[in-house]
Every structure is written in structure tokens, then in C-alpha cells.
């Protein structure tokens, strides 16, 4: 994998390449040798990676020949896979072909275009001939396929950072610029080359200071957050799980908060606690492995016996992998794609209630403020249960009203700054002591099974009774230190 940090122009036909002198840290610009590169890319039938951004190439030629799959991450960067060539031209390799799951749902991939250029690269280098920046003078030739195949030719230049930052590429744009130079008007050459082709879905937006302008696009940011953690999933990339579950939490979340607003979304919240329960297996036993291995760290190495870091290491790890193998199977299913298409047409054409074009400061702070009434509410409910049992079930649901407001509020702040704020910070407080309690019963009890099975195994286990000790103090400090924080966020809010 890497990051590409690029800027890309367009040139006419006679362009002068310009002395890139006076580029800071720039001793030499270096001609290097030119190359006839052949790219072949593949989309579905439709064009659906390139209507999302993405392109998948098997690229002939250079020094980096080989297959090419391009994600976008931000402007000017992009998130590059690559892997060597295979034998077949025609066949994309598996690997790539999960990686792109979430956008081709099931859609065979087949070759759209092909595109010829003759390269000449100059490279910009400091004093000690280390390269800073390449300038990349392309000739291009493309060719769509299909029904409407036809030949285009155009040149275009691009700057790709290598070693330098980002004044070195900002400086170079800025030569470029003056020597005739203009920014692409396409994102890339595919884009450039398929032009119309490139299906664009028509996105009617609220009015501007409409509470349906603020919920749509919030909707759509988390849609977008939540696709973009697909191939990272597939991938295993650290952290990748957990991401995309906070946004399913999060898009649920909101369409709940918003009902008002958007209306008739019970059934993709539905799915989204589902795809959110799917990937909770995998995060749930990073965290408790993680937390495990950190219990075991502050132990004197002579307390440490047995197979333990084993059975709650490499076991639960071992474990973890089997469970994010199961979350993939998912996500290449049917009922995956199916709340993918229900998410873009929720955003592309939101079901927007009358309330929707009311004044967005005005209508969203009362649900703010709702939200947290809702927490308050739950908390009341649970102290009035005199069975301890059944209030420790209650106050888990706290703990849910608590993460709802706070993801509320974290939607809201752009519209309501600190007000918004503060209500994140006593929602987020109140959710984190509940959950660090629940956490703490969770963790015990693992330990309590696996303590077990290593029981059964003849093995040694001390170690899991200090485990279950400091599981166990961690809870009740927890559960202690709740009434605290609850009357701080309580007087805060009645002050």
C-alpha cells in the first residue's frame, strides 16, 4: 500500500516544460528515462468505481508495472494497492476484486477503456541526490470499449510528491501554473476519458439553514465513512473495524434522533444494528485481548504462570481472525449490498418530513435537548427498581440513551457549537463510567471460562484469579464512581 500525494494539470499540445530552479531543497532536476506505459481498466458495466472515484487497472511498462487498484481518501491523495502482474489480462485478481465489494455488490468487473502514454519524468532532487518530487509529462491515448468505442489524445502533467513536503509540491504547482499549466479538470485520466459516461446521480439538497440541509448531510458523511471502512475491513487494517461500526452506530443513531426529520427508516435501522452486531464480534475480542495483555504487563513476571498469555493471546487472537473471516463472508452477501443500495437511496432522495424545512438552529436543539431528557429518563426508571439485579439491567440501558445523546450532539456541532458541546461531553462522560463497569462484568467472566478450560487442561491458574481481582476492582470502582459523575453532569445541567 501507499499514499499518493499528487497534483495533476492540464497542457496543450506545445507546453514547454519549465526550469523548476528556486523550488526550496531543489538541487538538480534529473531527466529520467521515458516509458510507453499500456493500462487496461476494469469497471462494472455501469462504471461504478468510476462514478465513486476508484479506478482498478492492470498497467504494462515502467518500473511499476503490475496491478493498480486507487482509493480516494482526501483531495490530492489517494490510497494506492498494488500487486505484480498475473497471467491472465482479462481477469482481475481475487484479492483486488474483494477490495471493491461494496461498490460493485456483486457486479462482474470487465475492461472499460485502455489508455497508452508516453511518460517523461523529471525528477527533482536535494543536495545529497535524494529525490524530493517527480514531474510526470504524459501523452496519452485512450480508447473506451463498447458499444460506443471511440479514440481520444490529449497531454497532461502531473507532480507527485516522493520525499518532499508540501511546499516543494506547492511551489512546483505554482511553476507549472505560469508556464501555461491549469488543474485537471478531471480527477484522473479514466475520468477524463469516459467524461459522460460516468454516471452522476441527481442529489436534490434541502435549502441551505434548513434542519433537513444539516440532517441529510451529516447522513451523507457517515454513509461515505462507512463504505470508505469496507476494503479496509477486508484488508485487516488496524482499526478498520472499529471504524466502520462507529459510523453504522452512528448513522443509526441519528435516523433515530432525526426521525422527525427523516422519516420511515426503521427497517435500515434495523439493518444497521445488524451489520453494527456483525462486526461487534471482532471488536469485542481486540478489545479484551488488548486488555488482557495490559493487565498481564503491570504483573510481576513471577505471578505470570501457566498458558495464560497464550489462552488470552494468541488463543483469543487466533479467534479474532476466525471472526473477522465470518464478518467478510458477510459483507460479499446479499443482505450487505442490499442495506448498501437502501443507504444510497436514503441519501440520494431522503424521505424528508415537513419539519425538514423548518429553521435547522431553531428545530435540531430541541432534539439536543430531548436526547438528553432521554438519559435522564432512563437513569430515573433504573433508580426506581428495587431489585439489584434488574437496576443493573436498567442502567444499561442508561448507558445506551447516554452514547445516543452523545452521538446526537457530536452531529449537531457544526450547527450549535458549544451547546452541542457540552452536551457531548456529560453524555460522553456518563456512557464511558457505564461502560468501563460493563466492560469489567464482560471481561470477568471470560476470564472465569477460560480459567476453566485451562483447569480442565491440568494447568496452573494463579494467574487468573489476580486477573479476576483486578477485572472485578476495576468494575466496582467503576460502579462506585458513577454517582459522582452523575451528579456533576446533572448539576451542571440544572445550574
Known amino acids: 500500500m501507499a499514499i499518493e500525494i499528487e497534483d495533476k494539470f492540464d497542457v496543450p499540445a506545445e507546453f514547454e516544460t519549465p526550469e523548476f530552479t528556486g523550488v526550496p531543497g531543489c538541487a538538480e532536476a534529473v531527466d529520467l528515462v521515458s516509458h510507453n506505459l499500456t493500462a ?5 458495466p455501469d462504471l461504478r468505481l468510476a462514478a ?12 511499476d508495472a503490475g496491478w493498480h487498484l486507487k482509493l480516494p481518501k482526501a483531495k490530492g491523495v489517494r490510497d494506492e494497492i498494488a500487486r505484480p502482474l498475473t497471467r491472465s489480462a482479462k481477469i482481475v485478481p481475487r484479492e483486488l476484486a474483494d477490495l471493491v465489494q461494496a461498490y460493485t455488490r456483486g457486479e462482474p468487473l470487465i475492461p472499460v477503456a485502455e489508455l497508452e502514454t508516453l511518460r517523461k519524468v523529471t525528477s527533482l532532487r536535494d543536495a545529497e541526490g535524494r529525490p524530493l518530487l517527480e514531474v510526470a509529462d504524459d501523452h496519452v ?9 471511440h479514440v481520444d489524445r490529449w497531454r497532461e502533467v502531473e507532480a507527485e510528491l516522493v520525499g518532499g513536503d508540501a511546499d516543494v509540491l506547492k511551489r512546483v504547482g505554482k511553476i507549472l501554473r505560469k508556464a501555461g499549466a491549469t488543474p485537471a479538470g478531471s480527477a484522473n485520466k479514466l475520468a477524463r476519458l469516459l467524461g459522460p459516461r460516468i454516471p452522476v446521480t441527481p442529489v436534490p439538497d434541502p435549502d441551505d439553514g434548513t434542519a433537513g440541509r444539516v440532517v441529510v448531510d451529516y447522513l451523507r458523511s457517515q454513509v461515505a465513512a462507512l463504505v470508505a471502512q469496507d476494503p479496509q475491513v477486508r484488508r485487516a487494517t488496524p482499526d478498520a473495524v472499529h471504524q466502520m461500526r462507529v459510523a453504522s452506530r452512528r448513522l443509526r443513531s441519528a435516523l433515530k434522533s432525526f426521525s422527525g426529520v427523516v422519516a420511515e427508516t426503521t427497517g435500515i435501522q ?22 488482557f495483555a495490559a493487565h498481564l504487563d503491570t504483573l510481576d513476571p513471577d505471578l505470570v504462570v501457566g498458558r495464560i498469555r497464550t489462552r488470552l493471546g494468541d488463543d483469543l487472537a487466533e479467534r479474532e ?8 463472508g458477510v459483507m460479499s452477501g446479499e443482505r450487505y449490498f442490499a442495506l448498501l443500495d437502501r443507504l444510497d437511496a436514503l441519501v440520494a432522495a431522503p424521505p424528508l418530513t415537513p419539519l425538514a424545512m423548518k429553521d435547522a438552529e431553531r428545530t435540531l436543539a430541541k432534539v439536543a435537548g430531548k436526547s438528553w431528557k432521554r438519559v435522564v429518563g432512563k437513569y430515573e426508571t433504573a433508580q426506581a427498581i428495587e431489585d439489584t439485579e434488574q437496576r443493573e439491567i436498567a442502567m444499561h440501558d442508561v448507558r445506551k440513551a447516554a452514547k445516543r445523546a452523545r452521538y446526537t450532539a457530536d452531529a449537531l456541532k457544526p450547527l450549535l457549537g458549544d451547546q452541542a458541546s457540552v452536551l457531548a461531553k456529560r453524555a460522553k ?4 463510567v457505564l461502560g468501563l463497569y460493563q466492560d469489567g462484568i464482560v471481561a470477568q467472566q471470560i476470564v472465569l ?5 485451562a483447569r480442565e487442561a491440568g494447568e496452573d491458574t494463579f494467574t487468573y484469579g489476580l486477573l479476576l481481582g483486578i477485572e472485578r476492582a476495576d468494575a466496582d ?3 462506585s464512581e458513577f454517582p459522582g459523575v452523575w451528579a456533576e453532569v446533572t448539576g451542571e445541567d440544572h445550574s
Open 449 to 453: 471460562e477460560e480459567a476453566q478450560r
Open 321 to 328: 481472525r476466525a471472526a473477522l473471516v465470518r464478518v467478510t
Open 429 to 432: 462522560a456518563v456512557q464511558e
Open 270 to 291: 434495523d439493518e444497521l444494528r445488524w451489520i453494527a452486531n456483525v462486526l461487534g464480534e471482532v471488536r469485542d475480542l481486540e478489545v479484551i485481548r488488548e486488555r
Open 40 to 44: 487496461l481498466y476494469f469497471d462494472t
Open 52 to 63: 465513486r472515484g476508484i479506478t482498478l487497472r492492470r498497467r504494462r511498462g515502467g518500473e
Open 141 to 149: 491515448k485512450g480508447t473506451v470499449f463498447g458499444e460506443d468505442r
Open 477 to 479: 470502582r467503576s460502579h
